[in-house]
């Protein structure tokens, strides 16, 4: 019996019209489809594929909201030994995240144990949260030779990336965005801030100028600085 594939597909920042026609293909095709279950009971990956996979076989991959690596390596060990177990029956499986698997996605780290025990796994681009958030803001991420830096900003220190001369996005600034917003001022940089939280979902909130926002925004929020006119 020949081995199944799995597909890490990614499935764009909340816009079910941003799914793409491959991703739609596969997600179709697929035997079983695996989503990433956090525990807070949102399954934003879920809902923006919803109605494309009625009738499916649905894998659920319980994946812990923690940063300790231990826990983190646990939990990406049982969820590859539980796709493999489907590979290995022939099964095709589609494995949804949001945005792109290959920016700052939990599945990359599945991905990769999934190769490493012999299966076939396959990366399926999607859009990534910042791109769907310039279009939001009716803005370009970088023009000419300007360049272009990513930054997760809840995971550490920013400060060194405010010195680059570079335009910049800072990923899931939840929980950090006040302090965010602080050092961006302190750089000078704030009147050239914008922001969108929740980009596509329920809920979506647009700010032009990130310095109008009186409060705290949730983990799905994107900050986008131009340095340039």
């Given at each position: 019996?020949?081995?199944?594939?799995?597909?890490?597909?990614?499935?764009?920042?909340?816009?079910?019209?941003?799914?793409?026609l491959?991703?739609?293909?596969?997600?179709?095709?697929?035997?079983?489809?695996?989503?990433?279950?956090k525990?807070?009971?949102?399954?934003?990956?879920?809902?923006?594929?919803?109605?494309?996979?009625?009738g499916?076989?649905?894998?659920?991959?319980?994946?812990?909201?923690?940063?300790?690596?231990?826990?983190?390596?646990?939990?990406?060990?049982?969820?590859?030994?539980?796709?493999c177990?489907?590979?290995?029956?022939?099964?095709?499986?589609?494995?949804?995240?949001?945005g792109?698997?290959?920016?700052?996605?939990?599945y990359?780290?599945?991905?990769q144990?999934?190769?490493?025990r012999?299966?076939?796994?396959?990366?399926?681009?999607?859009?990534p949260?910042?791109?769907?958030?310039?279009?939001?803001?009716?803005?370009?991420?970088?023009?000419?030779?300007?360049?272009l830096?990513?930054?997760?900003?809840?995971?550490r220190?920013?400060?060194?990336?405010?010195?680059?001369?570079?335009?910049?996005?800072?990923?899931?600034?939840?929980?950090?965005?006040?302090?965010?917003?602080?050092?961006?001022?302190?750089?000078?940089?704030?009147?050239?801030?914008?922001?969108?939280?929740r980009?596509g979902?329920?809920?979506?909130e647009?700010?032009?100028?990130?310095?109008?926002?009186?409060?705290?925004?949730?983990?799905?929020s994107?900050v986008?600085?131009?340095?340039g006119?």
């Amino acid at each position: 019996m020949a081995l199944g594939t799995l597909y890490g597909v990614g499935v764009g920042p909340g816009d079910p019209e941003l799914l793409t026609l491959k991703a739609l293909r596969i997600l179709r095709e697929a035997d079983v489809v695996a989503v990433p279950d956090k525990g807070d009971g949102e399954g934003t990956a879920m809902n923006i594929v919803k109605d494309y996979i009625q009738g499916k076989n649905v894998l659920r991959c319980v994946t812990p909201m923690v940063r300790d690596k231990e826990r983190l390596a646990e939990a990406y060990d049982r969820i590859a030994e539980d796709l493999c177990a489907q590979l290995a029956q022939g099964r095709t499986v589609a494995f949804i995240t949001l945005g792109d698997p290959t920016v700052y996605s939990t599945y990359v780290y599945v991905h990769q144990r999934v190769l490493e025990r012999g299966f076939e796994a396959v990366l399926v681009p999607g859009v990534p949260s910042f791109c769907a958030v310039a279009a939001r803001l009716n803005m370009s991420l970088c023009e000419h030779s300007e360049r272009l830096l990513i930054v997760p900003a809840s995971h550490r220190d920013v400060e060194d990336c405010l010195k680059v001369d570079a335009n910049l996005v800072f990923m899931k600034a939840g929980r950090e965005i006040g302090a965010l917003r602080d050092k961006l001022e302190a750089h000078g940089l704030l009147s050239r801030a914008s922001m969108v939280s929740r980009c596509g979902m329920e809920g979506e909130e647009v700010f032009p100028r990130f310095g109008d926002m009186e409060r705290e925004a949730g983990y799905f929020s994107v900050v986008v600085v131009k340095r340039g006119g």
